[in-house]
């Protein structure tokens, strides 16, 4: 049973250009997470999905950022013209559905750096 | 605001040593605690959790007591060995949800065999 799948592992974007992150969520898991890790810091909350719903957002960024799990393929996380700041390791997580306080099963992430 | 604050790293011990990790927090009513696991190439992984005051939390030999006296949550495991070389995470939950965590930056360990 493979585990959460993100890709590319490394992603490396000029500023202003889109960045685009993959999560596959572990075999019957229908929730998704989204968590940044700047440097030195704790992971943050971004964004909670359900197949083609985004059910907590409030800690997405406003702008620039957006977050996507359709009805088939990966979950997809955005960034929009990229800045120096969007550098960091990037989290996704998945539980199955209909299980309270389930514990969260977390991908490798995704280190981005912005040059 | 909540916060969790973890001892920097990276901490270095021979193997067979005796690891304490500190973790501290911030919090107003009664979190749940957890510390989360990350090996090298890998995802985190929960590896023990208490949810209530003097509760203790133990995994593969690693061991938490959650204080609240204190407000500390420390990770302690009698002997380590060099697999057990990764990222520890303290988090906390100070809500009905299991996504909302609120994290200390992490603590890479080293064991040197």
């Known amino acids: 049973n493979a585990g959460v799948m993100q890709n590319p592992r490394h992603l490396v974007r000029r500023r202003g250009q889109e960045a685009r992150l993959r999560c596959s969520p572990m075999?019957?898991?229908?929730?998704v997470y989204w968590y940044r890790q700047l440097p030195e810091e704790g992971l943050k909350f971004m964004v909670y999905?359900?197949?083609?719903?985004?059910?907590?957002e409030s800690g997405m960024p406003k702008e620039r950022f957006s977050a996507e799990f359709p009805k088939e393929g990966p979950s997809i996380l955005r960034i929009q013209q990229v800045v120096r700041g969007d550098s960091a390791a990037y989290f996704c997580?998945?539980?199955?559905?209909?299980?309270?306080?389930?514990?969260?099963?977390f991908g490798n992430g995704t280190r981005l750096t912005v040059t | 605001g909540n916060s969790v604050t973890q001892m920097e790293g990276p901490v270095t011990l021979s193997e067979e040593a005796f690891l304490t990790i500190n973790c501290t927090y911030t919090?107003?009513?009664?979190?749940?605690l957890f510390w989360y696991v990350q090996y090298p190439g890998e995802g985190l992984q929960l590896l023990l959790k208490?949810?209530?005051a003097d509760d203790k939390g133990s995994n593969k030999g690693f061991e938490a007591t959650y204080r609240k006296e204190t407000t500390s949550f420390h990770l302690e495991k009698g002997s380590v060995q060099v697999s057990d070389s990764a990222v520890y995470f303290c988090a906390l939950s100070d809500s009905d949800s299991n996504y909302q965590l609120i994290w200390g930056a992490g603590t890479k360990l080293i064991i040197k065999p």
């Open positions: 999905l359900q197949k083609e719903n985004i059910i907590d």
């Open positions: 208490a949810t209530k």
């Open positions: 075999k019957g898991h229908s929730h």
């Open positions: 997580a998945s539980s199955p559905q209909g299980v309270e306080n389930s514990p969260l099963h």
């Open positions: 919090a107003t009513g009664y979190p749940s």
